[in-house]
């Protein structure tokens, strides 16, 4: 099945920095989502984006699906963006339409 | 987008019991899934459940341990069996046409 690997596994920032968070892929992919998960355990979307740019806010994602990978950026980090990130992809459709995660990079940003 | 719900939020249970979850979503999706993530741990699928057939259940899950009712397209329960301590986990459901999204979880401790 397909892998996916993400970069780096923990990563600790002082309140107001910049980060970026990186997920490679195995294989093609028809879904990537980037995935939130909250000290309480609820797993926020955050974006949907097999390819191309997006923007939310302080956060942005950027995949460039010909060289399986993508990036999440944060950018003036705040202690409520600590928490988990989780990459998930998608190579299948109907009944093969699951997604496989990542192990997910532990963010702490620290006041 | 679609909204999901899960009941109970959190249950602690004895050893050899079970526990049935419920998993509803505000509109009709035609496949759900259900995960399991073990502490400090990535989000393993357990089965993806189909409305009017049998789930499909990934290797190492069995349905006599995780039987999954699908009876419509707005609904699903996921039941784990004769409960050891092992089985300790946050159990979730996702579903949704191209974006997949999340319930709360349900944070089972078995004793």
């Known amino acids: 099945g397909i892998q996916v690997e993400q970069s780096p596994p923990d990563l600790i920032l002082q309140e107001g920095a910049n980060s970026t968070l990186r997920c490679n892929f195995s294989?093609?992919?028809?879904?990537l989502q980037w995935f939130h998960q909250n000290p309480w355990g609820q797993l926020i979307n955050l974006f949907y984006i097999p390819s191309g740019t997006k923007q939310n806010g302080r956060l942005s994602a950027t995949t460039v699906a010909t060289e399986r990978y993508s990036l999440l950026y944060i950018s003036s980090s705040q202690t409520t963006d600590s928490g988990v990130y989780f990459c998930a992809v998608r190579d299948g459709t109907g009944a093969n339409s699951k997604l496989t995660f990542g192990k997910g990079i532990t963010l702490s940003v620290r006041p | 987008s679609a909204v999901i719900s899960q009941k109970p939020s959190r249950d602690i249970c004895q050893r050899g019991t079970s526990l049935t979850i419920q998993c509803q979503v505000d509109s009709q999706v035609t496949m759900m899934f259900w995960y399991r993530q073990q502490p400090g741990q990535s989000l393993t699928l357990i089965a993806t459940a189909n409305q009017g057939s049998e789930a499909t259940y990934e290797s190492g899950f069995v349905i006599d341990k995780f039987p999954i009712s699908r009876p419509n397209l707005t609904f699903s329960t996921l039941t784990v069996s004769n409960l050891s301590p092992e089985d300790s986990s946050i159990y979730l459901c996702?579903?949704?046409?191209?974006?997949?999204?999340f319930g709360p979880g349900t944070r089972l401790t078995v004793l």
């Open positions: 996702s579903g949704g046409p191209d974006t997949q999204y």
């Open positions: 294989d093609s992919v028809n879904n």
